[in-house]
């Protein structure tokens, strides 16, 4: 914690780039039931610069910016805008101020035009004026180089397209500031190169925005000043002449150590140890596939095997049938072929019978289908075992056995949550990850499908289930990894499966020659095996 | 969006500082929240209301005094309000058990008539050779088939093409009314009178009463069926897994509950209930059907059960308060002038507060947290 306390967190001047700042948190506190979301926060954004702010997940990034688009005002502290305090207290309010939040999630009504979309926060008993909106439309798509035809459905753009327009908007009414919530996480590489420039144009035209995100390369590659938050406090900023005279890796490391302390740096290059595997498969696949009423693309004759205590990697851009295939071996989604558990076949056994007789699926929509926000901990750690005994007998709920295993893995799993009654929805993305990842390891499994189980996790969260993963393998689990993140595959497997369009299309076993195996495979080059 | 975030993410703090002591406001206001934010729309309803009655030139004094000297404390008056609790009381379990599952059957009114005609063709033919113990479960059981049959079309439909519920329950809701006029007009009719309706249970067949009074033991019938209700929902097996459904239906799929089974099972279910209720009013009190009756009870609790927030026990509170409005007011519409309907004027109010309440509550707590 020594970064903690070196780190500014009430600066009196504003730095070196003078003048009146357009935003100011001064010491900014906010609570939530059981939790201090933003403690004491304070930063400043300046005109014509990119602020961002860096945060693993729960560092306290949305409240803030709940804060800034008014949606929620603060407890303590005080937020100036230009220059004034000003109590933010509705998303109105927080517009009218000249400050424009593009979210996460997109706010365009899909069925209407781009202009139609720019029309809707304007007064009701004004008619609408379309000419002058297109005008000003393009005139403002100029100035910040974007094409995009304001009459074209806001539901036919792209995601990228989609975002800009929000962009837009946000600026639509003269506003100064910007506020973009993880705009790259949806974005392809191109889109977020796209989104860059057009931040380093609206900060050349004198806007300030504030950048939020968790991927470090975006904040070093967009960013005039990095501001890093953690559990709730800013931990430390870089402001632009800093980040400037730093070196790219200086500038990496020196962030890294904010977010995570500097210890995270190096335990996360370990790499397993080659282990002699030997044995008779666990899991023996033969000839998956799926029928013309699954969701695309088809699988088509997917075999390969997997050995007690062995990773087997699934690599493959998202959406090449990885998840139709795990859902074909837990039993959710019906297919055609064959799936023997220690020789024995799962055919006709539903979700549960698979579960029961050792074959796990962690899935990777964790909050989608894996829980029930709304429910306890407790039910959603039993959740595939409902009805079962010891739990419940006869039908009726065993109270006291559901308390002492919903404990029992509470505290083997660590997670981190204020009671087992709690709703698993209130917990941090990571412990929500524990909840299943306790509910699919306890108890028997024998084999354990991983979809994608690190995505969406902060660094600390994603060691924390990688090292699960593993030591399940160890004690001869077997494993089957599915990932977009090739890196993660190469790490942790032994052998890894490509799939491009619901097909298997190769199997390489993990080493030095894996990558450009794997990558040859990915692109469809005929060299690959 | 934003609001549940923050309550979201702040996870990792939680972890770092176990001793953060619980909400205050959680804490202080624990026993006394749910009962203020219950009473408080009541109070605030009955006011209104009030003012309303002045305005048109009513006393509302007087008025609540009729209903309640009337529904409550005249011992004819209370007998008739349990009374009319029962078939209420089968509703709400009905209801209770499809919505607690996230299923909107709101075809309870036509499962109800079908019911009840189902109990009233069957119960005085069954009479004549039958003792009447089984001639009264045989009613009921026929009265829950008839209903659950019913309901097995919407519930296909719901299960295995996704047609959704709302809308195919309503259909069936109008067929199963019509279907009913026509069974009394051509079917099921007593040949020996002039108005259409069923051939009649006699008075000493139907369903005991209690105690000397007025009221059967439909009542009872209604009160453990609704809590049994309540206690499978909250304490079985079966019952989470329907939460699970109303709450997540992804997660129960996930979880490997047989989705389609259930949805099924749940709307026949209801169904059956709603049947029950049919049954239960037929053999208890009315002893037969008239055909064009349609007392419309499912539509007027559905409002009861949201205002119950789905809990069993409180849907016992919210009908005793309605039974005894619906009676009290028929009789205030007599010496009074004021039409019967005023209660669903009440009610109304009751929904609109409860909503203000619940909005203000929910707003309050976030400010405090």
Same mark, same amino acid.
């Given at each position: 914690m020594s970064l903690a306390a070196a780190a500014p967190t009430d600066r009196g001047h504003d730095g070196a780039t003078g003048g009146v700042p357009l935003v100011a948190f001064r010491a900014v506190t906010k609570r939530f039931p059981g939790v201090v979301a933003n403690d004491h926060v304070s930063f400043v954004l300046h005109p014509g610069e990119v602020h961002v702010l860096l945060g693993e997940n729960g560092?306290?990034?949305?409240?803030?910016?709940?804060?800034?688009?008014?949606?929620?005002?603060?407890?303590?502290?005080?937020?100036?805008?230009?220059?004034?305090?000003?109590?933010?207290?509705?998303?109105?309010?927080?517009?009218?101020?000249?400050?424009?939040?593009?979210?996460?999630?997109?706010?365009?009504?899909?069925g209407l035009s781009v202009a139609e979309n720019l029309l809707l926060g304007g007064a009701w008993w004004r008619r609408p004026r379309r000419a002058a909106l297109r005008s000003r439309f393009r005139e403002t798509c100029a100035a910040f180089g974007i094409a995009i035809d304001p009459d074209v459905p806001a539901g036919s753009l792209s995601l990228g397209e989609q975002q800009q327009v929000?962009?837009?908007?946000?600026?639509?009414?003269?506003?100064?500031?910007?506020?973009?919530?993880?705009?790259?996480?949806?974005l392809t590489p191109q889109g977020i190169e796209e989104l860059g420039g057009l931040m380093r144009r609206m900060a050349a035209q004198g806007i300030g925005v504030v950048f939020i995100t968790h991927k470090l390369h975006e904040a070093l590659e967009y960013g005039d000043r990095i501001t890093v938050l953690r559990l709730g406090r800013v931990v430390g900023e870089i402001p632009p002449e800093a980040l400037r005279q730093l070196s790219r890796a200086a500038a990496t490391e020196r962030v890294i150590g904010m977010m995570f302390g500097h210890a995270a740096l190096h335990e996360a290059t370990a790499s397993r140890p080659t282990r002699s595997l030997d044995g008779t498969p666990v899991l023996q696949v033969q000839g998956i596939a799926t029928g013309p009423g699954a969701p695309r693309p088809a699988l088509h004759d997917i075999s390969f095997a997997v050995r007690a205590g062995e990773i087997f990697g699934i690599a493959g851009i998202d959406g090449n049938g990885q998840k139709q295939l795990a859902e074909v071996l837990a039993g959710q989604l019906p297919g055609s072929g064959s799936v023997l558990l220690d020789g024995r076949s799962l055919a006709g056994l539903d979700v549960g019978a698979r579960h029961r007789a050792g074959l796990r699926y962690v899935t990777d929509d964790r909050l989608g289908e894996g829980t029930v926000g709304s429910f306890p901990v407790s039910i959603n750690l039993l959740l595939k075992q409902v009805g079962r005994p010891p739990y419940w007998r006869g039908g009726l709920a065993q109270?006291?056995?559901i308390t002492a295993q919903a404990k029992r893995l509470v505290r083997a799993f660590d997670v981190r949550t204020p009671s087992i009654e709690t709703p698993v929805g209130r917990l941090s993305g990571g412990n929500i990850q524990k909840v299943v990842l306790a509910r699919e390891l306890e108890g028997g499994a024998r084999a354990v499908i991983y979809n994608k189980p690190t995505y969406?996790?902060?660094?600390?969260?994603?060691?924390?289930?990688?090292?699960?993963?593993r030591a399940a393998a160890a004690q001869g689990v077997a494993t089957i990894l599915i990932s977009t993140e090739l890196d993660e595959v190469l790490e942790m497997a032994d052998r890894i499966g490509v799939m491009v369009g619901g097909r298997m299309v190769g199997i390489v076993p993990a080493g030095a020659e894996a990558r450009g195996a794997v990558g040859r495979l990915m692109t469809g080059s005929p060299h690959g095996h | 969006m934003g609001i549940e975030r923050g309550v979201t993410d702040p996870g990792l703090v939680l972890a770092e500082e176990p001793a953060v002591p619980p909400p205050a406001a959680r804490v202080s206001g624990a026993p006394l929240r749910p009962?203020?934010?219950? =009473? +408080?729309?009541?109070? /605030?309803? =009955? +006011?209104?209301?009030? /003012?309303? =009655?002045?305005?048109?030139?009513?006393?509302p004094l007087a008025y609540y005094a009729v209903v309640v000297r009337r529904a409550l404390l005249s011992p004819h008056g209370l007998e008739e309000t349990i009374t009319r609790m029962a078939p209420l009381l089968l509703l709400g379990a009905s209801l209770i058990v499809s919505f607690r599952a996230g299923l909107w059957n709101l075809g309870v009114d036509g499962q109800f008539l079908l019911g009840a005609v189902a109990a009233a063709a069957l119960g005085p033919a069954l009479i004549t050779v039958a003792p009447d113990w089984l001639t009264l479960l045989a009613c009921m059981a026929a009265g829950m088939l008839a209903a659950a049959l019913w309901s097995l079309l919407p519930g296909l439909l719901r299960a295995y093409e996704g047609v959704n519920e709302i809308i195919t329950t309503l259909m069936m809701n109008f067929l199963g009314v019509s279907l009913c006029n026509v069974l009394v007009k051509l079917v099921f009719i007593d040949p020996t009178t002039t108005t259409p309706i069923t051939r009649t249970l006699p008075v000493p067949d139907r369903l005991p009463r209690l105690f000397g009074t007025t009221v059967n033991i439909g009542v009872i019938i209604a009160l453990a069926v609704l809590i049994g209700a309540h206690l499978v929902m909250t304490r079985t097996a079966w019952g989470l897994r329907l939460r699970v459904l109303g709450a997540n239906p992804r997660a129960a799929r996930h979880a490997g509950f047989r989705v389609e089974r259930l949805i099924v099972a749940t709307i026949a279910i209801s169904a059956a209930l709603a049947g029950l209720a049919g049954a239960v009013i037929v053999t208890g009190t009315l002893g037969s059907v008239r055909a064009e009756w349609n007392p419309a009870y499912g539509l007027t609790i559905i409002p009861l059960v949201f205002l119950a927030r789905m809990n069993g026990w409180a849907v016992i509170g919210?009908?005793?308060?309605?039974?005894?409005?619906?009676?009290?007011?028929?009789?205030?519409?007599?010496?009074?002038?004021?039409?019967?309907?005023?209660?669903f004027l009440l009610v109304g109010l009751l929904l609109i507060f409860l909503a203000l309440v619940e909005y203000l509550d929910t707003r309050r707590r976030q400010h405090v947290g």
């Open positions: 560092a306290g990034k949305s409240t803030l910016i709940g804060m800034l688009a008014g949606m929620q005002t603060p407890d303590d502290g005080v937020i100036e805008v230009a220059g004034e305090a000003k109590q933010i207290a509705s998303p109105r309010h927080s517009l009218d101020l000249g400050i424009g939040t593009v979210f996460q999630h997109g706010m365009l009504v899909p929000e962009i837009i908007r946000a600026l639509w009414r003269g506003g100064r500031v910007v506020v973009l919530d993880e705009p790259t996480s949806m109270g006291g056995a969406g996790l902060d660094v600390r969260n994603i060691e924390a289930a990688r090292a699960r993963i | 009962l203020l934010t219950t =009473l +408080l729309p009541i109070v /605030a309803a =009955l +006011l209104v209301s009030g /003012a309303i =009655l002045y305005s048109v030139g009513v006393d919210f009908v005793f308060l309605f039974a005894m409005l619906s009676i009290g007011a028929e009789a205030a519409s007599i010496t009074l002038g004021v039409p019967h309907y005023y209660n």
